[in-house]
């Protein structure tokens, strides 16, 4: 087989290693450090769960160059937010709700769009591009339409992939999208995105909510080419969303310890969640006295905590945290 002689050559743009790692590439850019990068972000979680309050939150600290989850300090840059499940009085009431009472400049709405969102956020990043924005599209489902087709993952993968490209091509901006999870329970939270595995395979980074039963506490699992993959303990209140702790590492601490007293009795809880105050081992004495609970019975419920996987038992009779994989922070 043989090549047109008025075609391309298939090779023009090879490049070598010696080239490649010649290169001073600009870091990556982050909208929140550690957790949202640069690129195609999908938020996902079920129903009612608080996703729209949490992009609110992360527009809010983005575009007044504030905190995000009341603990990360993020750079500011212009912000458009695509409310597409919204109105203006109902955004008003969100932004009085979370502290907002007067406009901050680079925060700017649509709730309606007037022509296609792919042509919407070109127009926004070609105005804006120079400053790295961030575009927030909520929710997907608003613009994805249906598809009848037998290649039902080639569509997804394509849909994704021609938003990915317009911030991909305006180097510094960063898209997040809210989408909404499939029904039942997931062991692999990337199995959790609504539709076929072409949505998550064409995004640069995940972020999946998991709310505790009955409780403002919830989980942030994330996992991206760039960001540090963990999850972190955040807590929703009267709209608002806090991170457990004042760092990363705290906040992935605090979801250890969350996820190793879930689903166990009064007692087992108050002893799992003793042993996690403490960096160091302790003992069952240690772990009984505060308490106020027999020495014998907080022995048992050690041992077994650690057989479940709970607790980690250091040393005969000795029993500490289960550690928490490190925060990377990627500058």
């Known amino acids: 087989m043989t090549i047109s002689p008025t075609a391309a050559d298939p090779l023009d743009e090879v490049f ?58 993020v750079k500011q840059r212009p912000v458009l937010y695509l409310a597409l499940e919204d109105g ?41 591009g120079h400053n790295k924005p961030l575009i927030i599209l909520d929710t997907l489902g608003k613009v994805r339409g249906t598809y009848g087709g037998n290649d039902a993952y080639g569509n997804d993968y394509s849909q994704m992939s021609a938003l990915k490209g317009l911030v991909d091509d305006v180097p510094g901006s960063s898209l997040l999208v809210v989408h909404h999870t499939n029904k039942g329970e997931k062991s692999d ?51 608002v969303w806090s991170m457990d702790g004042t760092t990363l590492q705290e906040a992935a601490n605090a979801a250890v310890a969350r996820a190793a007293s879930s689903g166990v009795g009064d007692d087992m809880k108050r002893i799992i969640e003793q042993v996690n105050k403490y960096p160091e081992a302790r003992n069952a004495e240690d772990i009984a006295i505060p308490l106020g609970l027999d020495k014998k019975l907080v022995g048992t419920y050690l041992a077994r905590a650690a057989e479940d996987g709970r607790i980690h038992r250091q040393s005969r009779g000795m029993y500490a945290p289960i550690p928490s994989p490190i925060a990377v922070h990627h500058p």
Not at 21 to 49: D, N, R
Request: charged fraction near 15%; avoid cysteine.
């Open 16 to 73: 070598s290693s010696a080239w490649l790692t010649a290169q001073q590439f600009q870091p990556v850019e982050y909208v929140v450090p550690g957790v949202i990068p640069e690129g195609l972000t999908i938020l996902v979680a079920p129903p009612k769960v608080g996703k729209s309050w949490m992009v609110l939150g992360i527009a809010q600290a983005a575009a007044s160059g504030g905190k995000a989850f009341g603990a990360i300090q």
């Open 88 to 128: 203006p009085r109902r955004l008003q009431s969100r932004l009085n709700v979370i502290g907002v009472t007067e406009g901050i400049q680079d925060l700017m709405f649509l709730t309606r769009l007037g022509a296609s969102v792919v042509d919407t956020i070109t127009a926004f990043l070609e105005r804006h």
């Open 189 to 239: 939270f990337l199995d959790s995105v609504s539709g076929t595995q072409g949505l998550a395979g064409a995004a640069d980074s995940i972020l999946a909510i998991r709310r505790e039963r009955n409780t403002d506490s919830s989980t942030l699992h994330v996992t991206s080419r760039d960001a540090a993959e963990g999850e972190y303990a955040l807590t929703l209140t009267d709209g």
